[in-house]
């Protein structure tokens, strides 16, 4: 477990040293200024030297066998990128009785339109895709990376159960769905290049599936 503090202003510091007296194989970094999480992201993925890497933001909750679970999946079916079902909580860790549910399968394309993988449900096999950074941006960097992965012709793969607990946090950046929207517009534009119709087109679809995953 690689972890990257990044300016954390609570006890988390405090926390994670007497963790690291029980448990060898935590790996512990912080950084001197703020710099998002993207950069604190891709700070553990240059630390990162195992066959597989999963993300998980410290307000996010994994179920205890996601890990096992998903590294058989991925063995048995030989494929490289898999996400998966994820749960809704509030603030304090309740149930929103709201589950994100997913394709059995999603590639390039269909990413552009439907951005529904879930950071905290994302496992990758590094040794067969290679190398993986987030461009550093505010946010949406997670959303960047993956189309990335499937422009070079991978596919990404739904595992059909729910293995991870999403938190919503009232102010967080992902909390303001307008500036979300916003940074999907100008990835499709900056980084994916697409011509204005096309971005357009992948953006109406985007705000439809997005409003459907809320309902």
Not at 87 to 101: A, E, L, S
């Amino acid at each position: 477990m690689i972890i990257v503090d990044d300016c954390s202003t609570d006890n988390s510091q405090e926390i994670i040293q007497e963790m690291m007296k029980i448990e060898p194989r935590i790996r512990f970094v912080s950084t001197e200024v703020n710099s998002g999480a993207a950069r604190a992201r891709n700070i553990a993925l240059g630390m990162a030297k195992g066959k597989y890497v999963a993300f998980l933001d410290s307000d996010d909750l994994w179920m205890p066998d996601k890990l096992e679970k998903q590294v058989s999946y991925m063995q048995e079916h030989d494929v490289a990128f898999t996400f998966t079902k994820y749960m809704v909580i509030d603030q304090n860790g309740h149930d929103k009785h709201k589950v994100i549910n997913i394709p059995s399968k999603i590639d390039y394309k269909g990413l552009l339109k439907n951005t529904i993988i879930g950071c905290l449900t994302v496992m990758l096999d590094i040794e067969k895709i290679g190398p993986v950074r987030m461009p550093e941006i505010r946010t949406r960097q997670d959303f960047a990376l993956w189309l990335s992965i499937l422009k070079k012709g991978y596919v990404a793969y739904g595992i059909p159960e729910v293995l991870a607990k999403y938190r919503v946090v009232k102010g967080s950046i992902s909390s303001n769905k307008l500036k979300v929207a916003k940074r999907n517009w100008e990835i499709y534009r900056r980084i994916e290049n697409l011509s204005f119709f096309y971005a357009a087109w992948c953006f109406l679809n985007y705000v439809f599936h997005a409003v459907k995953k809320r309902i």
